[in-house]
């Protein structure tokens, strides 16, 4: 129930109205349903397979299997630019090496003490996030939507982390 109120609201948040089938539309959405599917069994893998792993190990693993896996992508796009600012080559290396590695040190220890499924509910935060950011710098507005979006994915955040506001004093180990 919980996921269905977090994607529910997700769903509310980007808004309902229909959207025209093309191919750049339904790979989009392939490509987000596959991250999302590899996100979720990558949570749930790590908690049951690679525990006892370091968390370095598992840090830089999962970023030398992106490199390995995105490197070819890269390379045969066309234009490549080499000819790139210093400044952009040092904020990328300042996100990956600090907010990259902050967030899966994070990551990796929630996992450990909270499981994946709780772990990965956090991802329900970002479209709040993003609408809010959305409204302080680009002064965006809200709509009704909006607003039950966010209230739809509190409900659920609430729900799934065993709290006894809304789901009584039962406590279930979740994952």
């Known amino acids: 129930m919980a996921f269905i109120c977090g994607i529910g609201g997700v769903s509310a948040l980007l808004g309902l109205s229909p959207v025209q089938l093309t191919t750049e539309v339904l790979m989009g959405a392939l490509m987000a349903l596959g991250a999302s599917f590899c996100y979720g069994i990558g949570g749930v893998y790590v908690k049951k397979e690679l525990m006892e792993c370091d968390d370095e190990l598992l840090i830089y693993g999962q970023q030398l299997g992106a490199v390995i896996v995105l490197l070819p992508i890269f390379l045969v796009q066309a234009p490549v630019t080499w000819h790139v600012p210093l400044n952009v080559w040092l904020s990328v290396v300042a996100l990956g090496v600090f907010c990259t590695e ?61 709290r006894p506001i809304l789901r009584g004093n039962n406590k279930r180990d979740v994952a």
Do not use: C
């Not at 899966?104 to 220890?109: L, Q, R």
């Not at 507005?141 to 609430?158: A, E, M, P, T």
């Open 102 to 162: 902050i967030a899966y040190v994070i990551y990796f220890s929630m996992i450990r003490r909270i499981g994946p499924i709780k772990t990965l509910s956090v991802t329900f935060l970002v479209p709040i996030f993003g609408m809010f950011w959305g409204v302080v710098f680009m002064h965006e507005s809200l709509s009704v939507g909006n607003f039950l979006g966010f209230g739809l994915i509190l409900v659920g955040l609430i729900l799934l982390s065993d």
